[in-house]
């Protein structure tokens, strides 16, 4: 069973930081592109960034220039380092994995994470 296990959420000040983890575990090949998304209240989910297993990196428009997402191929890790936050950056972060085992190719979230921007 593979799971997506994040950490690193919780509330700070606008123009404050906060590193979001994400950590694969169980039985799998490989892991390829990975990402995060978040969905704020009332809100549709949107993409915050995407990383290859090339490590070709892509931003949503919002967060480009404040955040940075970025992998560890030996620990199975996504991060996503979040700088100048904003209140309108206050969500729910999710993590996303595409994932190889044995079953074939698949799509993994994690459980979510929340951020909180204060103003």
């Known amino acids: 069973q593979v799971q997506l296990v994040e950490s690193g959420g919780g509330l700070v000040q606008a123009g404050g930081s906060l590193r979001l983890s994400c950590a694969a575990s169980?039985?799998?090949?490989?892991?390829?592109?990975m990402a995060w998304y978040r969905q704020a209240p009332g809100k549709q989910r949107e993409t915050v960034a995407h990383?290859?297993?090339?490590?070709?990196?892509k931003y949503g428009d919002s967060v480009k220039g404040r955040f940075t997402i970025s992998r560890d191929n030996a620990k199975n890790t996504v991060y996503l380092q979040m700088n100048s936050l904003k209140p309108e950056d206050t969500a729910v972060y999710y993590c996303?994995?595409?994932?190889?085992?044995?079953?074939?190719?698949?799509?993994?979230w994690g459980q979510g994470t929340q951020v909180t921007v204060s103003s």
């Open positions: 169980g039985s799998f090949f490989s892991i390829n592109a």
């Open positions: 990383i290859n297993s090339s490590e070709w990196t």
């Open positions: 996303y994995a595409d994932i190889l085992t044995e079953l074939g190719p698949d799509d993994y």
